[in-house]
């Protein structure tokens, strides 16, 4: 029985641990934090875990989150910089899904998040929990930083053609499509179901945070520097994620499709999460509503000699919780897919 | 008074020729067609227009299209050319608001429409009806091609650029997201609601019958060969599109910000429909809804030396019908805002 | 040209008050108010508002607000009424779109509103604005307190009935769905999209400010006190309210569904707004959306003695800004349809 | 291991049935047919399943329906009833979600369904599926008939109140609002995205072929003849019903809050996928998306005696899959949740 503790618990990458983390067996969820929800029961800020989760929420600084085996952090970014190291210390695992540990270079992060990091040893410590990429590190790690939605979607979509180096990676291009559960359960005007349903808008264009994310991934497989213009779009549904990756073949390599999608299907063979589609199937984001899955197509325009790849994924499990316990899995050698078999929900 | 004929006016983008039709006093609705509903009441399939039309559909082959001063076409591809030499030789004015006659070369129209043209002939004397290019010829065309909506939003979008000849026209990427109601009124399972809504997915992506038109307008504008990688996607909305179009900058050149949004602000001057936003303003559907408007913003992302245009529009309107009625307003010298003024509807 | 002012425009009535007069020939727009913003362009607020509103909000207390002929508030409860007494005294007419002077019981006001009420006096000059029962009133009015939505659609519905005493009026029942644009434009957590989308709710339970309005008027038609449970539904929508409401036929009394059909016909006969649909159509919210149309239709169920009746509106319009507009419309002898005539925007 | 045959899987009911029984390893999906799609694998009809599915659809009449233990009919009304006299025969137990046996007078069922029995001899057998009803017959039970989606949220409501003969059952009525997918995956235009979404409506106002069903039940409980009026709604939103449930206390009849709250939790203690919500807490159909569980609140309206319960379930899984599979999980001896523990889906 693996205890786990869930800091920040009351927005949706919370209650999406507590939905995947509650019926297993073999994990009690020992305590739940939130320092302005304190004494709440949970499943009166989440309806949807009567039943299910009888604990009420108690301050972040509890004796009881040192006491767990593993303890995730659903925290806005730079908050568990500040617990992380005593954790640790007392001999805890701890999973991040906070920017606070993803870029490695401390100067970098500092700017893109205008804040002075209170760690910085750490970072070097912590493993990138992208399990595709680092699944032996996580084996073995005493922090992880769960990858961003876009990061994942992103990453996952680009890595066998840069591992393959059959692209201009001065060129990439990511068009990416969000549902807005993306922006988190905060009381902003933007996110109102009258501001953002029937619409689509890009955003950010002067830069998203998990720009340094991405490119820090896609440099380590590339070997290379990339340069990577990057534009998210609000989508106007709950979840889910669609990459549209855009990659000029490199001057004087010859591609086919069928060469394409046999790379890309080694590259995943194997992998429980990731799932590369036949030629001329293209993902959707329903298809892994709910789901721990990515789904990958890869397509070849040979009038512009360009590669587009599509990746889907669920932003708030492949591209948060649930990858955050898929490394948890690993981490306490359990079954890897174990409480994430759920099938995506259709329609 | 201009009385004007309305052929198979059952779908989405006749319902809206009706809806900005009907309250002008200078023009009169004498018939609307459909072979389907022939004798039912147009308001019956139609009920927001009860009240403003007292019309019944009447059979396409009626005698009373021929007695029209201008006839608009909202049929499916294939089915106007079967009828327009006869208009046009009665001196009938027709915009045609399918894709019959969007595309000069025939041969290429023939394999992507999978069709033999009836009437070639034709094609060389229709104007494209893109007035922010072909105004003049517009006023005394007697055959109009109406723009598919990707196409208007995406010649928009790169014109600037392609007429200043900044950018390396053989990869361009033109990523559009879509509201549903492009696909039409028609009882298909894809666009049901449960299998649309909540979900985003590319399509076509062996090759959509709107790249073609694209890129005879992007080279005419170039006055080069372009090539264009084209993704659709379907939105979950049911109006509007939004353009993410890429183009990198061509070798040698260099660009900034101020000199693109000149760019942009000089060539769209003066132009009622069209309107560059100021920097850092990005488009969303919802602001264009139910309007003719197309808004532009300009972006330079100097990491990757790619100039990223956004261009929204409301598909049923600038995107078909909106903008077959600024043809007529054209054709017909009246003021080419006529009837096309009122305010997206916000929320 | 009548010159408006319009208080507090920074929510959906105010835009939509925008919306509506900003074409106008006959209206000039002389003052916009909002303390909050400003000194802010309203179309940075409302993009849609862009190249059709030239002007910058100003604080509330603005001289130009006094030298309006009309001024119109479009704020929470409790603010119109600290200003109103000093306009109406300058000469200008009010038309106050919040709860302040729709409840003559100023006691009754003050519970519901849990507010000392600030102007008592002018609650019994005010007319409630719903021009299909006080058109004549309204006129001469210096103070109209426009109905709220629910009201709207729940009085419009009922009324032949209660005329014609054909109902028990001690159980009617009102089960009204709203979307969510009936909350307002506030940063709210319950109406996030990703809160409010793909679910429906009732609310309100234990009483809804809308409830004594309602009845309040009901009693009024029917000329006797009546029993009304009002049960409002947040509806996964922009903009709409659907009311289904139920009566039990007065014991003795014997109805057939073409006298009903006939009673609501005459009722509404000549109403521009109201239209009584035929027999075995029933109205949806999308037939009427943008439009300021009421749309109605009554049945009846023998088998257990009923009348159902379902009555449309867009809250927005005739729920709010456009039943605003009809009022000055009738308050300056100007065609009671000017600026209300466009046509419901389907799809 | 039970060995288990789905019949007519290709719509929504039919992959809510595989996608709850794939992951269990008390039961092998043995066959599921479709006779379009007969050859086609299913993950390729319904992509959420691929990788949990490893099956092609096959012809209807396959030996290999014979040979399960249990079959499922997800097939549309008149379809089951041909085949299930065979199959019980053949000691096979079958659970049809259609409505061929759900109501006992086989004369009103010809009327509603406009068609003739085939077997009228089996409806006697069989139980009709509410486990909170019929938990013991539907142990031993050859033949059970599914309940409705609406008629399961509706009758879960009244029953207590009806138990308790609290109220008139002459005017009972019943406001249900239903998501689309209970439309089923049917390409009919009332159901696209364009014509769904953004609008609600009542539909079926002459009588819906739930209604004989709910009455069938509710005077059952009532041990009397009930009244109902029924008025559904389709509301834009894919998955849940929340039924507004009104009915008037019984003349002579005392009731408080706190007895009817008592009465509701007395009369489902113990029931695992029945919760009564504490007072003040109402049901949002969000609250048990893709789960089993039915939330129930009573609120009691003293001003016009009157009783409101709020039931909301999804209509695919307690409304269908759900409900059949806890049926066979009855059945088999197996426990009563197994399979169905999920947690809903929140956001």
């Known amino acids: 029985m693996i205890t786990v503790g869930i800091v ?27 320092r302005e929800l304190c004494g709440t029961a949970v499943s009166k800020r989440f309806p949807n875990l009567r039943g299910h989760i009888d604990l009420d929420f108690v301050a972040p600084d509890a004796e009881a989150v040192g006491a767990c085996d593993v303890v995730f952090f659903a925290t806005p970014h730079a908050v568990a910089m500040d617990s992380v190291g005593a954790l640790i210390e007392a001999g805890v695992r701890v999973i991040d899904l906070s920017a606070d540990f993803r870029i490695q270079d401390v100067g970098l992060w500092e700017r893109w998040y205008n804040t002075t990091h209170s760690c910085p040893d750490l970072i070097a410590t912590a493993v990138y929990g992208l399990p595709e990429v680092n699944r032996k590190q996580i084996q073995s790690a005493q922090l992880i930083a769960v990858p961003g939605c876009y990061p994942t979607a992103i990453q ?41 349903t029937e619409s689509i808008r890009a955003y950010a264009m002067s830069g998203h945070r998990h720009h340094p994310e991405i490119t820090q991934g896609l440099s380590q497989y590339a070997e290379a520097a990339v340069g990577l213009t990057f534009v998210p779009h609000l989508t106007p549904m709950i979840r889910g994620i669609l990459a549209t990756l855009y990659a000029p073949v490199k001057t004087g390599t010859e591609v086919s499709i069928e060469q394409l999608q046999s790379i890309f299907e080694d590259r995943y063979k194997g992998e429980p999460f990731v799932e590369v589609l036949p030629q001329g199937e293209l993902p959707a984001t329903r298809d892994v509503k709910a789901s721990n899955n990515c789904t990958i197509s890869v397509n070849y325009y040979a009038d512009t000699d360009t590669i587009v790849v599509l990746a889907a994924i669920d932003n708030l499990v492949k591209g948060a919780s649930g990858q955050a316990i898929q490394n948890m899995n690993i981490m306490f050698q359990l079954e890897e897919t174990a409480g994430l078999e759920a099938i995506a929900l259709l329609p």
Chains 1, 2, 3, 4 share one sequence.
């Open 156 to 196: 996952l979509g680009f890595l066998p053609l840069l591992q393959q180096q059959l692209v201009d990676c001065s060129r990439l291009i990511a068009d990416a499509k969000s549902g807005v559960s993306g922006a988190g359960r905060k009381a902003v005007e933007d996110y109102l179901l009258c501001e953002a």
């Open 8 to 34: 920040g618990a009351t927005g949706y990458t919370g209650v999406e641990l507590l939905r995947l983390l509650a019926p297993r067996q073999d994990v009690e969820i020992a305590v739940v934090t939130s």
